[in-house]
Nanobody, 125 residues
Framework: QVQLVESGGGLVQAGGSLRLSCAAS????????MGWFRQAPGKEREFVAA????????YYADSVKGRFTISRDNAKNTVYLHVNSLKPEDTAVYYC??????????????????WGQGTQVTVSS
């Protein structure tokens, strides 16, 4: 069992930056691949970024490539999402998720076993 708690969201102006954190409980955090998803008002939840258990591989949605960076610190049981050059369309609740093993890909919600409650990011124009 892995419990995930996101933090770091807030209100920021367009062009600004934030660092989202996801703290995980459990001694097996380092064995999980981790992902970030987001859900904007009135829209379905969508994939943002993912990172393998060793941080050797990272994956990004096209919409955030070059602006967002995912990283992890297994010693701190934490995964981060650095979000830069924010746009109003990045406004959403951001969720982190843990996957014991990818069966097919890193971007499908069904690949993930545990989810956090989310942190709100609001970007003003």
């Amino acid at each position: 069992q892995v419990q995930l708690v996101e933090s770091g969201g807030g209100l920021v102006q367009a062009g600004g930056s934030l660092r989202l954190s996801c703290a995980a409980s459990g001694r097996t955090f380092s064995s999980y691949a981790m992902g970030w998803f987001r859900q904007a008002p009135g829209k379905e939840r969508e994939f943002v970024a993912a990172i393998s258990w060793s941080a050797g591989s990272t994956y990004y949605a096209d919409s955030v490539k070059g602006r967002f960076t995912i990283s992890r610190d297994n010693a701190k049981n934490t995964v981060y999402l650095h979000v830069n050059s924010l746009k109003p369309e990045d406004t959403a609740v951001y969720y982190c998720a843990a996957a014991a093993q990818y069966e097919s890909n890193s971007y499908s919600e069904g690949e993930y076993d545990f989810w956090g409650q989310g942190t709100q990011v609001t970007v003003s124009s």
